[in-house]
């Protein structure tokens, strides 16, 4: 049976996941993590790509990004960074074979309430899976660059995150006011199932225009 084709737009946010093969551990070591985001600094500097949230976990990996122009220019960077960061882990843990599983999940993210949804979505997944009490605990997430404007080379933040506030400390703050109470299971469980089938998290209406 065919692949489904990936819904791809210029400028429009999607939220990418990948997975280890079998489940399996992607990031051994700090200097694992340390080495996938200058990866993946590289690659979306190369593909015209920006990363407005992320969270590297201890299987598998969340990305919000939006393509500049060209909108294969994702699957291009995520080709590179998995390319890349294959071989680094092999050779860094002598082994071979197969890291990620398969392709990675995607799916395009609509207006601001839900682009945020899924902010919250990617930098609470330290919490919901019991590694920590607050996001700010976890290092390997991009929520110190967007909630306390911890300076981050791989972070572009997106417009609407940028037009929430006129300065930095009131963005920041109105972010975190966001972290403030959790996402509802329907919510979770939209984003998990648009992400996996590769279609479109957004409203109904913004669904029918597209």
């Known amino acids: ?14 939220h990418l996941v990948q997975r280890g093969n079998n ?22 500097q190369l593909h015209r790509v920006d990363i407005h949230a992320y969270v590297l976990m201890t299987n598998h990996v969340h990305l919000l990004a939006s393509p500049r122009q060209d ?29 990620f599983q398969g392709r990675y999940h995607s799916c395009l993210v609509g207006e601001e309430a839900y682009l945020f949804a899924c902010y919250r979505y990617i930098e609470l997944n330290p919490v919901r899976a019991g590694m920590v009490q607050r996001p700010e605990e976890y290092r390997w997430s991009s929520y ?20 929430s506030a ?18 509802h299971d329907t919510t979770l469980e939209d984003i998990r199932q648009q992400t996996r089938s590769g279609r479109l998290f957004g409203s109904e209406a913004w669904r029918q225009r597209l």
Do not use: W
């Open 1 to 14: 049976m065919p692949r489904r084709a990936r819904l791809l737009l210029p400028n429009t946010p999607m």
């Open 23 to 44: 489940r399996g551990i992607c990031f051994r070591f700090h200097s694992d993590a340390e080495r996938y985001l200058e990866l993946l600094d590289e690659a979306r």
């Open 71 to 99: 909108p294969h220019d994702i699957s291009e960077m995520m080709k590179r960074l998995g390319q890349r960061y294959v071989q680094y882990f092999n050779k860094r843990h002598e082994r071979s074979g197969r890291l």
């Open 144 to 163: 110190a660059a967007n909630a306390l404007g911890r300076d981050d080379p791989v972070i572009t933040p997106h417009t609407l995150y940028l037009d």
């Open 166 to 183: 006129h300065h930095p400390e009131q963005r920041q703050h109105h972010y975190r006011q966001l972290f403030e109470s959790p996402l």
